[in-house]
């Protein structure tokens, strides 16, 4: 039956879904087949149990998450039935389970679990459950690691994203060069499906591209600039070729006049000397090859001395061919500075040759960006366009892991409740429902958590928000729209109307219509105002109640 409702899923948007070969109910930790076998001992293995996923604290310092992860874990239960081979591995791995265990675990699969979640790429908060999952509790123990493997670093690198969204502006592209610096090939192609969720315009990765159909973007590296010794090199090689040497030696002839012009024009006179021959060569090369989509990285010799004039004299012989240059990409030194100056050349080429839009060119920079460089030129003045973002995006070097949780709330309707002495560690029982209330100005005020059999917040009806374990914080509101936030993804046995899975650009949209919703100062980068997350008062009182009620009474001697 799993696989069967794998194959209806929504999501795909026609692009292929490739079965990943790590992606099998291995993928999780010992201790988890430890509790399954223990359940079934003591058999329990079949009790209704509830979960609750989610995360204790925004990352990055920040005041809001986005959640990512959620088709993968749904695409995961639809095909969660464990093969001949993983029982033979189970077997050895456990050798003091008695057969019959081993029975069941082939015998399962997530028919009878049903998941709850919030749809992915909305902005999220901390203790509001991304996901309720509630089935049996065996196999539903099985699903906590998968589930918090998938959106851990799903949710954190699509923050992350989102996050060089909002300090670049909307009007800037953003560009994801980070498979080389990822952790691995799984997470390199994480990183660049949910960077692009998060906002990113377009991967270096051409196999995200064909996964995902994300909008794949690149040029050329130092390498290959450094790899030509001249023109006469490109003459020369197009002459031994069957065709194309007459295209190639006029083509040449017109990037050779141009670089005279440029340098003899009255309004550039003096910005250079002679350029570096072998760059002049292998922008020739590479706009011979990519006429459409010419752009250079500048920065291999001197970026005002030689790349910017060099990519002038092939950009104009290419308009005088119909053709439009792309741009440039800066890969060191200091960014503010040489964008403008590369932007004032550009201008000044627009004025002197009358190239209609030359001096808008566009401008990349790359060159280990974060979030905080990128701040910072936007302090200093700049002229980039794009910004081409790598190491600090899909590493999240900011922050190494978001730390979602999986705990248990329910089980065969008997609320639990996880204590501790750090409060932000205790749990929030039974299962629940989830509302997000909305202002007069259309912004977000508080996400409020229900039981589950409590009736709906009502627009225009006035409700009492409480923090869920300081008793001094809370708030009256009267909303002015009600968002229920969960929605079932995966109905099991249930009669409930599951929820379609939304593609890769729906998600990105929603993202980006979420984040314009929230007040700036929940935004902010700098000391942003906490969101508020709240409870009823019934469950608040139920949530103090159970936890006098299960902690232990000391006694003084």
Not at 324 to 344: F, H, N, P, Q, V
Request: charge should be negative; include cysteine; glycine fraction near 8%.
């Amino acid at each position: 039956m799993a696989a069967a409702n794998g194959d209806v899923l929504g999501g795909g948007g026609g692009v292929p879904r490739p079965t990943n070969p790590m992606v099998t109910p291995l993928l999780t930790d010992l201790y988890q087949f430890s509790m399954a076998y223990a359940y079934w001992k003591a058999g329990k293995h079949l009790d209704r149990a509830v979960f609750d996923l989610y995360f204790r604290k925004n990352p990055f310092a920040g005041e809001f998450t986005i959640f990512g992860g959620l088709e993968e874990c749904i695409r995961f239960i639809a095909n969660f039935k464990f093969k001949e081979e993983e029982i033979r591995f189970l077997r050895a791995a456990l050798p003091t389970c008695e057969d019959g265990f081993f029975e069941y675990l082939s015998s399962i699969d997530c028919s009878d679990v049903e998941v709850y979640a919030i749809p992915e790429g909305s902005v999220v908060f901390p203790k509001v459950p991304l996901m309720i999952i509630e089935g049996p509790v065996a196999v539903v123990q099985l699903l906590e690691t998968p589930f918090l493997t998938l959106v851990n670093y799903a949710s954190l690198v699509t923050t992350n994203a989102a996050r060089h969204r909002l300090v670049a502006g909307k009007e800037k592209n953003l560009l994801e060069f980070g498979l080389r610096r990822a952790q691995g090939p799984d997470g390199g192609i994480s990183a660049s499906r949910y960077s692009y969720m998060g906002g990113f315009d377009a991967t270096s990765n051409v196999a995200a591209g064909r996964l995902f159909g994300i909008p794949i973007r690149g040029t050329h590296s130092h390498a290959f600039v450094s790899s030509f010794m001249g023109l006469d090199e490109i003459i020369d090689k197009a002459l031994s070729s069957s065709d194309g040497s007459n295209k190639c030696e006029d083509f040449v002839s017109l990037v050779q006049s141009w670089l005279i012009r440029i340098k003899d024009a009255s309004s550039l006179r003096g910005t250079f000397g002679e350029t570096n021959q072998s760059e002049l060569a292998a922008f020739t090369s590479y706009a011979l090859a990519f006429p459409n989509a010419f752009l250079a990285l500048v920065d291999t010799y001197d970026v005002m001395r030689s790349g910017v004039p060099n990519f002038c004299a092939v950009a104009l012989a290419l308009n005088d061919m119909g053709y439009k240059a792309g741009g440039i990409r800066l890969d060191s030194g200091d960014l503010a500075y040489l964008s403008i100056e590369t932007r004032k050349f550009f201008c000044a080429i627009e004025k002197e040759f009358g190239v209609v839009g030359f001096g808008k060119t566009n401008i990349t920079a790359s060159n280990d960006l974060n979030e905080e460089t990128i701040d910072a030129l936007n302090k200093q003045g700049h002229e980039v366009d794009s910004f081409g973002i790598g190491t600090y995006l899909v590493t999240c070097y900011a922050q190494a892991a978001l730390g979602c949780v999986f705990k248990l709330v329910e089980i065969n309707k008997q609320p639990r409740i996880k204590l501790s002495e750090d409060v932000t560690k205790v749990s929030i029982p039974c299962k629940k429902r989830c509302y997000r209330l909305y202002g007069k100005e259309g912004y977000p005020l508080v996400d409020i958590m229900t039981g589950q059999d409590e009736p709906s917040p009502k627009v225009g009806e006035r409700i009492l928000c409480r923090h869920p374990f300081i008793e001094s914080k809370r708030a009256h509101v009267v909303p002015q729209h009600v968002e229920e936030l969960l929605k079932c993804y995966w109905p099991g046995n249930s009669s409930t109307q599951r929820e379609e899975l939304t593609s890769i650009n729906e998600n990105r949209s929603r993202c980006m219509r979420d984040l314009l919703r929230m007040r700036p100062d929940h935004l902010r980068k700098l000391n942003p105002t906490p969101y508020k997350v709240s409870v009823s008062t019934q469950l608040y009182d139920f949530i103090h109640f159970l936890w006098l009620n299960e902690a232990p009474v000391g006694e003084l001697q």
